[in-house]
């Protein structure tokens, strides 16, 4: 995941609603949404490496997880990211307890920051700060720098999210738009993440496209008290590949 924006409203009928974006390299394979074998996962899969960026738990739990852009001069061969999101679905652990005992080997991975909500509670963990935060009630986002970086595509998905709250327009046709939102930032606004300018500005979309990489996935995700629904859209090189989705019962 590249960017995530999401809705928390713990004491409502609807406690979570979450847009998220993938961004990743056209050529690593992938599976689109679906429910995986053991029957309590609902989620895109990495065929590289077997994790997902965003998934679903029967439960109602969710995770998601971006990378932090800090590029390393040697990542070495660590343990794939993906898996800490298939690990707490597949728990049984509060979001607390989980987050806690993963900061103990956080540096094992490459940076990165996740999100987690047990359904009581939606907590991030920033793994090269080292910081567990609890997410106050609404809006929140995080792309690929802490949680809540002012970064244009994060202030653009959230003004528009909250835009859509506040008419009421949640439906996935009124929220899959803003997932969809191209615009670049003007060279004045671009972060400077060690990556080239040609890059900083091609990743400073919302969704983002070029010859090579690009964003793999647009999700809308929502949790109401018994019920879950899942939309995923895949893309890839030459346009839209499908899209599917999922509703079930907790």
């Known amino acids: ?8 409203q713990p004491d ?8 998220a974006n993938r961004d990743e390299f056209y050529g690593r394979p992938a599976q689109a949404l ?5 029957g ?11 994790g997902t960026w965003l998934g679903v738990g029967r439960s109602g739990r969710v995770a998601a997880l971006t990378n932090y852009r800090l590029p390393l001069n040697n990542p070495g061969q660590r343990p794939s990211r993906g898996a800490l999101v298939t690990d707490f679905l597949q728990g049984k652990w509060d979001a607390a307890s989980y987050l806690n005992l993963l900061l103990q080997r956080a540096d094992d991975y490459n940076p990165f920051n996740l999100l987690v909500c047990d359904g009581e509670r939606l907590m ?44 009421g327009r949640t439906q996935v046709s009124d929220l899959l738009p803003l997932l969809r939102d191209k615009m670049l930032a003007a060279d004045t606004e671009l972060p400077q993440t060690g990556v080239s300018l040609e890059w900083e500005r091609m990743l400073s979309a ?20 018994k019920k879950v629904s899942f939309f995923e859209e895949s893309h890839g090189e030459r346009g839209m590949l499908g899209a599917a989705q999922q509703y079930f019962t907790i």
């Open 124 to 167: 991030g963990l920033e793994s090269r700060n080292k910081q567990l935060i609890s997410m106050a009630t609404g809006l929140g986002a995080v792309s690929n720098a802490d949680f809540d970086t002012p970064w244009p595509k994060l202030t653009r998905l959230k003004a528009g999210l909250q835009a859509q709250l506040q008419t």
């Open 40 to 50: 309590q996962v609902l989620a895109g899969r990495d065929l590289q490496a077997g």
């Open 34 to 38: 679906h429910w995986w074998d053991n």
């Open 12 to 19: 409502s009928d609807t406690p979570l609603v979450l847009l």
């Open 1 to 8: 995941m590249c960017l995530i924006a999401w809705n928390w």
């Open 206 to 225: 919302t969704f983002v496209t070029s010859e090579h990489y690009g964003t793999r996935a647009c999700s809308v995700i929502t949790i109401q008290r």
